[in-house]
């Protein structure tokens, strides 16, 4: 009885730390690549239209939405010990296909969308990119 106790006086020590942030973001840069199927089938470099994308991160609730589409993400902060504290977030479904860093502290991000890479059908792939933002906590 008594490690029940002691369990339930930790959760608000937990819930403490997980405050919900809400970002948004404005594209700076872009780049990928788009699998040609007509000539060769091959990755063809390809200009990428920058985009703006918003941002909520809540651990195992967090979510992005970008180009009116929602992906729910699983984001958790780690620390490296050059640049200081980062908020990694992957797809919440377990697929590989989007990864997102952000540095709270500078307000800057990456986004690299892969579903492309990562299908074995040679006739259909999606482009593979990599997006840099500007964030801004709000």
């Given at each position: 009885m008594k490690k029940l106790f002691?369990?339930?006086?930790?959760?608000?020590?937990?819930?403490?730390?997980?405050?919900?942030?809400?970002?948004?973001?404005?594209?700076?840069?872009?780049?990928?690549?788009?699998?040609?199927?007509?000539e060769?089938?091959?990755?063809?470099?390809?200009?990428i239209?920058?985009?703006?994308?918003?941002?909520?991160?809540?651990?195992?609730?967090?979510h992005l939405t970008l180009n009116s589409e929602d992906?729910?993400?699983v984001c958790e902060e780690y620390a490296n010990e050059i640049s200081g504290k980062f908020i990694s977030c992957t797809r919440s479904n377990g697929l590989a296909y989007d990864f997102l860093v952000l540095n709270p502290t500078n307000g800057q991000a990456?986004?690299?969308?892969?579903?492309?890479?990562?299908?074995?059908?040679?006739?259909?792939r999606e482009l593979v990119t990599t997006q840099l933002f500007e964030c801004e906590a709000i």
């Open positions: 002691w369990l339930i006086s930790l959760i608000p020590a937990t819930l403490e730390g997980q405050a919900t942030e809400f970002w948004t973001c404005q594209g700076t840069n872009a780049a990928g690549f788009n699998w040609n199927t007509e060769g089938y091959r990755w063809e470099s390809t200009r239209p920058i985009k703006g994308l918003m941002l909520k991160i809540d651990g195992a609730n967090s992906i729910s993400l990456a986004l690299s969308q892969l579903g492309g890479s990562i299908t074995p059908n040679t006739f259909y």
